[in-house]
């Protein structure tokens, strides 16, 4: 079996809560919300803040 600890999954969803228990990384504190990769931390790695004009009219999807 492969060690998991160095799997990343990608996920795109506009209002992630990153301050929610499942996302929160307690080890390494909040993640920047710069776009920038951020290998030290174990749950999001990079956020990147995008919405556009089409988000608050048509709303929003998930993506993995």
Not at 7 to 21: I, P, R, Y
Not at 38 to 54: H, L, P
Request: aromatic share 10%; net charge negative; charged share 25%.
């Amino acid at each position: 079996m492969r060690d998991m600890k160095s799997q990343v999954v990608a996920c795109s969803d506009t209002g992630v809560d990153v301050d929610n228990c499942y996302f929160w990384d307690s080890k390494n504190g909040p993640i920047n919300k710069n776009n920038y990769l951020e290998k030290n931390q174990r749950k999001i790695v990079q956020y990147d803040a995008y919405t556009d004009s089409t988000d608050y009219e048509l709303g929003h999807g998930t993506h993995v």
